[in-house]
């Protein structure tokens, strides 16, 4: 049992050991053990387009050079030789009481996306920028008409569009403020593309119109598109792990998370073709996602067409379009916060890439909790400390056993090491009277680590509903705690948590093993470490968990009479 024990501690000390040296190095830009060399800088791509390929990204040289989005394709795509990015258009701006949206006139493209009710962590002058293209990163959404026709000449998104006449902010008292492009492929066949933004919201309508002005039937393919670089998000910590990354979701295969390696490699996993779902770009706190009417037949396309360029696209059929008639595709694009309950409303599994991990089906119901909590008690820090409460109060009686044997641990300690000292030269008998010795005191070795381990699974599952939650951005608890999605500026909760943890030993029995000992004191500093770089409501909730946990084991400690043996 002794050497079981000491083997579990060497082995939990030494992969801590390992992650925070990997987490350092991510966290001074050197290479991850486990992740490889930085992916290189975007170059770009090849030329030539084939039919039924999605063109590629049009970014000028000066941004290819660094990052970009690249646009799904059949095969290798690249931007059409006849249709070579020429020098940027003046772009458009666009404000709503929520966002404000940087427009390209090259195929009505979004091209910046700010969230005005969101503060970025690393502009504090500023709100987030969540789409964006620039000399560092691009995230885009685009939009455009392929054909099947091998020389077909419809509007994409590096099509040059005219803008129609219209306000640029949104009105006080309208609902909702739209912007129109409009171009003809040199076929003849005409887009107008209508962008809507609604007042309080995140969605924006997009509506394709086209019309066959040539004199042969046309049958057009609308793709949705949303391309990003492969870098992670600015500020994004070194010492978690948040996905960032494009998602399919059907009803079939459910919610699929595709990483930008398996993109490289072929080997993205996904469906193919549905009669409903959606596409996805994630990252930590925010996402964008295309959406259709259900019904519609699409087909999901994820690619790399160069170094660092991915994307996701959603290609759907218009059917044909006979000379002199029109057909309309309505879509919905979403670009803004991962708000759990407003996302399941407006497609199914779309609240999903708010990414729980694997614990899911316990972060679900947590979350709902503390979302009531905060409803009653009107502060996200003080919903979590009582969140906690509910937990230690539920699991109570199965943390008393779990202090009770190791009460008796305790108690039972001075007898132990007064025999281990005396049989010190006798391995063997002295593990078999150090059972003689649980045996007669009825002490279990691991009654004090089963009950610990059914309850961890549900503080797992609470450490993503809090790390994953957008509601704790600028999220204030008290005093120094302004926003709990962010470090301890003063690092108090972290220092607070590191004693407390410390104490939690000094309340444990002391291992017989001298070495064991020794690695029960170092554990809790080496993992309190990392804690000096997690969001201010994790270290609250670990911080409030151990304290409970301290005034628990205590009364139980000073009702057996083991206190400071």
Request: glycine share 8%.
């Amino acid at each position: 049992m002794n050497d079981i024990r000491r083997t579990l501690l060497w082995v939990v000390f030494t992969m801590s050991l390992v992650l925070l040296w990997d987490a350092w190095n991510k966290h001074t830009g050197q290479p991850s053990i486990f992740g490889g060399t930085p992916r290189p800088a975007a170059s770009a791509p090849a030329a030539g387009t084939a039919p039924g390929a999605v063109p590629a990204s049009g970014v000028p040289a000066a941004i290819a050079t660094t990052a970009s989005g690249s646009l799904p394709a059949a095969s290798a795509a690249g931007v059409p030789a006849a249709a070579a990015p020429a020098p940027q258009a003046e772009l458009l701006t666009v404000s709503t009481d929520v966002m404000r949206v940087t427009l390209d006139p090259r195929g009505g493209t979004i091209v910046g996306l700010e969230l005005l009710k969101y503060a970025d962590h690393n502009d504090k002058g500023g709100p987030v920028k969540l789409l964006d293209q620039s000399g560092s990163r691009v995230y885009v959404a685009q939009t455009g008409l392929i054909s099947t026709q091998a020389g077909a000449a419809l509007p994409n998104h590096l099509t040059p569009m005219s803008v129609q006449p219209g306000p640029r902010e949104l009105a006080a008292g309208a609902d909702a403020l739209s912007v129109s492009f409009e171009a003809t492929g040199a076929d003849g066949v005409k887009l107008v593309k209508t962008l809507s933004f609604p007042r309080g919201g995140y969605t924006i309508g997009v509506k394709h119109e086209v019309t066959n002005g040539s004199a042969a039937p046309v049958d057009p393919q609308l793709y949705l598109q949303l391309a990003r670089d492969g870098n992670p998000p600015a500020g994004e910590s070194s010492f978690y792990f948040t996905f960032t990354g494009p998602a399919v979701y059907t009803d079939a295969t459910k919610f699929k998370k595709i990483d930008f390696k398996d993109i490289e490699k072929g080997k993205a996993d996904h469906a193919k073709n549905a009669s409903e779902g959606w596409i996805a770009m994630v990252q930590h706190y925010f996402t964008s996602a295309w959406l259709l009417p259900a019904g519609v037949s699409r087909e999901f396309r994820t690619a790399k067409v160069s170094n660092n360029l991915y994307s996701v696209a959603m290609v759907t059929s218009l059917g044909a379009v006979a000379p002199g008639t029109a057909k309309a595709q309505e879509a919905t694009l979403y670009v803004g916060p991962q708000e759990e309950y407003k996302l399941a409303a407006l497609a199914p599994g779309l609240e999903l890439v708010k990414d729980y991990g694997w614990l899911t089906i316990l972060s679900k119901p947590l979350f709902w909790l503390l979302t009531q909590l905060h409803n009653l008690i009107g502060n996200w820090g003080w919903a979590i400390v009582a969140l906690v409460v509910l937990l230690k109060a539920a699991f109570y009686w199965l943390n008393a056993s779990a202090y009770k044997s190791m009460a008796k641990m305790k108690a039972v300690n001075p007898k132990v090491m007064e025999m281990r000292e005396r049989l010190k030269d006798k391995p063997q008998q002295m593990q078999q009277e150090m059972m003689r010795i649980y045996r007669e005191e009825k002490v279990n070795p691991l009654g004090g680590c089963l009950p610990i381990v059914v309850q961890m699974p549900f503080f797992i599952a609470l450490y993503w509903v809090l790390l994953s939650s957008v509601e704790m951005r600028n999220a204030p608890w008290v005093g120094w705690i302004t926003d709990l999605s962010a470090i301890d500026p003063w690092f108090i909760l972290p220092v607070l948590m590191t004693l407390s943890s410390l104490f939690q030993v000094w309340l444990n029995p002391t291992p017989p093993d001298p070495m064991q000992a020794k690695l029960m004191w170092i554990m809790p500093l080496a993992f309190s470490f990392m804690f000096f770089f997690f969001p201010a409501g994790l270290v609250l909730y670990w911080l409030t968990n151990n304290i409970l946990s301290i005034a628990q084991q205590w009364f139980i400690n000073r009702q057996l009479g083991v206190l400071g043996k």
